[in-house]
T-cell receptor, first 110, second 118 residues
């Protein structure tokens, strides 16, 4: 699976949009981009995934660049409860394995 | 939907004893379940992958005789830490996915089990 690079930490003001970047320059054509988050002392929570097109669900939006070498997870209106470590993971569909990097610690401030 | 539970959430045991952790998929049938371990301030490390009715596949460096995994049904997997020692103290997390034709191949995680070995 392709390696990803994320900033170590980010801050965001409550109520504002949080934009979390992820670089995956070695992604191959049939690898998906998955996003999970882990709130302290809890199991990871699935957020969203995509292949080529931008995706949106009730939690977030995923913007994937046309060359697929990077993506951005957008939390449109961050709340204090969105404070967590966010993981960007690239993997083949059916590849089962999820390889977690260090992720981005997002801190939402009042 | 896609809820995974773990039991117990927290366990403290004496060195040398065995501890069993259960992982259940509550509203779907999990063809594959995964066990991860997470040390403080570190990321998750995959320990093993198990398919229902088959032997688990362990990651390199994980002792299969120490971490016994059973995936007896499509909704239940267990991890038994045998002869636990203080260095086994960690946060153990399971995940589950289903691989049907319409599956999104997404893993859903349990809340984790905090194991402390005295």
């Amino acid at each position: 699976d392709a390696k990803t690079t994320q900033p170590t930490s980010m801050d965001c003001a409550e109520g504002r949009a949080a934009n979390l970047p992820c670089n995956h320059s070695t992604i191959s054509g049939n690898e998906y981009v998955y996003w999970y988050r882990q709130i302290h002392s809890q199991g990871p929570q699935y957020i969203i995934h995509g292949l080529k097109n931008n995706e949106t669900n009730e939690m977030a939006s995923l913007i994937i660049t046309e060359d697929r070498k990077s993506s951005t997870l957008i939390l449109p209106h961050a709340t204090l409860r969105d404070t967590a470590v966010y993981y960007c993971i690239v993997r083949f569909w059916g590849g089962s394995r999820l390889t977690f990097g260090e992720g981005t610690q997002l801190t939402v401030n009042p | 939907g896609a809820v995974v539970s773990q039991h117990p959430s927290r366990v403290i045991c004496k060195s040398g004893t065995s501890v069993k952790i259960e992982c259940r998929s509550l509203d779907f049938q999990a063809t594959t379940m995964f066990w991860y371990r997470q040390f403080p301030k570190k990321s998750l490390m995959l320990m093993a992958t198990s398919n229902e009715g088959s032997k688990a596949t362990y990651e390199q460096g994980v002792e299969k005789d120490k971490f016994l995994i059973n995936h007896a049904s499509l909704t239940l997997s267990t991890l038994t830490v045998t002869s636990a020692h203080p260095e086994d103290s960690s946060f153990y997390i399971c995940s589950a996915s289903w691989g049907g034709r319409l599956s999104t191949d997404t893993q859903y995680f349990g809340p984790g089990t905090r194991l402390t070995v005295l």
